[in-house]
């Protein structure tokens, strides 16, 4: 270890000299570089410790991942088998890696960080507390000098003279002990600091050394055979997908050097089958939309038995359009629209209207239609039948021209659209879509995107016996009620999603599966511009006010809010859960009876939701303490109050939204 050549002398302590005084700054200015060196260097061991340990968590978080590919239970997991076993062992080799990082990372902080950081506080906060000392005992020796200089020549005092030389002595000698100590420490800080940036990094590397070995050991000991045998089973799957691969490029090849005639729809000269007893293809369904309106959706058809089935795209089965059994069949002119039918029930009730692509599909539908509704496909040999019966479907492929004089059903309005559930005479027979129900919300449940309506459909609706009625609930009393008599009154700024009816009220995760669906909704249906309303929140109710013409959208009493809630990565999102009462099943006219129901109402505010939920609850607890006077008066106690008497939340959010005279709609980012 080299020598110091720079020291500051003990005997030079008590003279204090300049010469001493200007060695001592170059050792002061030297602590104070190393002081911001060291903060610097554990700042980033630390954040080497910090990444080890990140390392540690990542690999056990890797190992279980692993481990979860065998419960995924994956639809074409068939063959997986050797891929889950070759998982499971790489997840007990991460295990072992994740231990040996949780040992460096041990090591780390017991060599690495740990010294560096009694480096700093006990040697360089050392240094700091003895300089604070050395300049406290440096003044009072100054001020000491000071008073022993100004005594009098003339009139001397010996006592006043012996107490300021005792003095002088005193501060002296506190002087000189300070700067002992600390020319001393400052002295010993040159061999420490050496030894304390040495220290650390000899402790990393011996750590990184200690953990190449063990590594190195665990390759070479578990890992070679191992690694052998998971490159030869990649290498399998390599070549089975390349044969696969060929195999297609083949395949596809072949498919695509076909004629070019596939790809026609009306083809000259093309056979058509009138023996089939099953059909299956996409074609075109009329559907009324309105008195005179129509609209046709291309769907999937397909037979099955007697029944003529229907498959929309995205389901994952299909539902019975019509029984076939009995019915009729025939060609139609139709809103000049090429291939044309017709199929009837037996009773002349139910019938529909359907498109063929081409002239053979159409034909072969209508043959495939007639012979199944003959039931050919129940005997012993149903193509020879069909043979036989060849002859009155051909007859039934002449189109009709006067169709219009004829009597035209029309099939259920519900039939045949994509996503909806098909059905015939009787409710059971309705086929799901194949959606599984869910615990909180329906699935197809309507959602609401607003809650305004015109003034003339507002009326019209809502008017029974001369007398109007508020589809919301809300009472004469209410909607006459003055908000300047409650307790709190709180205005918001938000905006209104979406509303949607739910199973429950009394589960808060039904409020983050509605925020769910309608941002949802929202974002499929593109619909993405609302209108701003003010949110009043008072200690008896919860309005929705515009704030252009400062009418009340919507208002709920405080005790129909069963839930509400902000959203918890969101914090602009909240949502409440309103109870109400369905009188679809009766139950007579009080308020008791009835079924409860549940709707959800998701909002948008320019305030963090956790504030509006806040508000909310104070309201409800204010609503339960007026039941008690001494409760109410130790809540109003505990609380901020107004100068007229109600409580004072969040001046800044009533400032912003009190006046909405020129508030415009906004487009909000749901």
């Not at 340990?53 to 994956?74: D, I, V």
């Amino acid at each position: 270890m080299p020598a110091v050549h720079h020291k500051l002398l003990l005997e030079d302590a008590l003279l204090d000299s300049p010469q001493t005084r200007s060695l001592l700054s170059v050792f002061e200015e030297d602590a104070a570089n190393l002081t911001d060196y060291t903060n610097q260097l554990l700042q980033s061991m630390q954040r080497v410790y910090g990444a080890q340990s990140e390392m540690g968590l990542a690999t056990e978080q890797l190992s279980r991942q692993l481990l979860a590919y065998e419960k995924k239970n994956f639809a074409l997991g068939k063959g997986d088998e050797e891929v889950v076993s070759t998982l499971q062992n790489f997840a007990k080799t991460v295990q072992e890696l994740n231990s040996l990082h949780s040992d460096l990372a041990s090591q780390m902080a017991d060599t690495v960080v740990f010294p560096l950081i009694q480096f700093r506080e006990k040697e360089l906060t050392e240094i700091s507390t003895l300089k604070e000392i050395h300049g406290i005992a440096t003044d009072e020796h100054e001020a000491a000098m000071v008073k022993y200089s100004r005594l009098p020549k003339k009139r001397e005092n010996e006592k006043l003279k012996a107490d300021m030389v005792k003095e002088v002595a005193y501060t002296r000698r506190k002087q000189h002990q300070a700067s002992l100590q600390y020319y001393c420490a400052l002295n010993a800080l040159q061999y420490r600091k050496r030894v304390a940036m040495l220290e650390p990094m000899l402790g990393y590397t011996q750590a990184q050394v200690l953990f190449f070995k063990k590594g190195l050991e665990l390759v070479s000991r578990k890992l070679d055979n191992f690694l052998v045998s998971v490159s030869s089973v990649t290498q399998n799957i390599q070549a089975q997908l390349d044969a696969e691969a060929e195999a297609m490029r083949n395949t596809q090849k072949e498919l695509l050097s076909v004629d070019e005639a596939v790809y026609t729809l009306d083809k000259d000269g093309e056979p058509v089958n009138r023996t089939l007893i099953q059909k299956a293809g996409f074609l075109n369904i009329r559907n009324k939309t309105g008195l005179v309106t129509t609209a046709w959706d291309r769907l999937y058809f397909f037979t099955q038995g007697g029944n003529l089935m229907c498959q929309p795209r995205g389901a994952v089965a299909g539902g019975m359009v019509l029984d076939l059994d009995n019915s009729s069949v025939m060609a139609i002119e139709c809103e000049d629209r090429h291939y044309c039918f017709q199929i009837t029930s037996p009773t002349g009730k139910a019938s529909m209207i359907l498109q063929a692509e081409s002239k053979k599909e159409y034909e072969e539908w209508i043959c495939t239609v007639n012979n199944i509704s003959r039931q050919i496909y129940l005997t012993d040999n149903p193509e020879a039948v069909a043979i036989r019966l060849n002859q009155t479907a051909i007859q039934a492929v002449t189109p009709v021209t006067s169709f219009e004089k004829r009597q035209e059903g029309s099939p259920d309005p519900d039939r045949a659209k994509p996503g909806g559930v098909f059905s015939t005479s009787t409710p059971s027979q309705k086929s799901g879509t194949g959606l599984e129900p869910e615990d909180l919300i329906a699935p197809g449940t309507p959602i609401q995107f607003d809650i305004v309506l015109p003034a003339s459909e507002f009326l019209e609706q809502n008017r029974v016996d001369g007398k109007r009625t508020n589809p919301f609930g809300e009472t004469d009393d209410d909607c006459c009620h003055e908000s300047g008599d409650s307790l709190l009154q709180q205005v918001f700024a938000v905006r209104f999603l979406g509303s949607m009816a739910v199973r429950c009220g009394d589960n808060q995760e039904v409020i983050y599966e509605a925020m769910r669906q309608v941002l949802a909704a929202r974002a499929i249906h593109n619909i993405f511009r609302t209108t701003e309303s003010h949110l009043m929140v008072t200690s008896s109710n919860l309005r929705l006010i515009d704030p252009q013409t400062q009418v009340t959208r919507i208002s709920f009493q405080l005790g129909q809010m069963c839930q509400f809630a902000a959203h918890q990565e969101n914090t602009r999102l909240m949502g409440l859960v309103v109870e109400g009462r369905d009188w679809s099943g009766g139950g007579g006219g009080d308020d008791e009876g009835g079924e409860p129901s549940f709707t959800a109402f998701v909002f948008e505010s320019n305030t963090e939701g956790e504030k509006i939920c806040y508000t909310m609850s104070l309201a409800k607890d204010i609503t339960e303490a007026k039941k008690d006077p001494a409760a109410l008066a130790q809540l109003m106690k505990n609380m901020p109050l107004t100068n007229d008497g109600k409580f004072l939340l969040l001046d800044a959010e009533n400032s912003d939204t009190a006046d909405g005279d020129g508030l415009d709609d906004l487009e909000s980012e749901a």
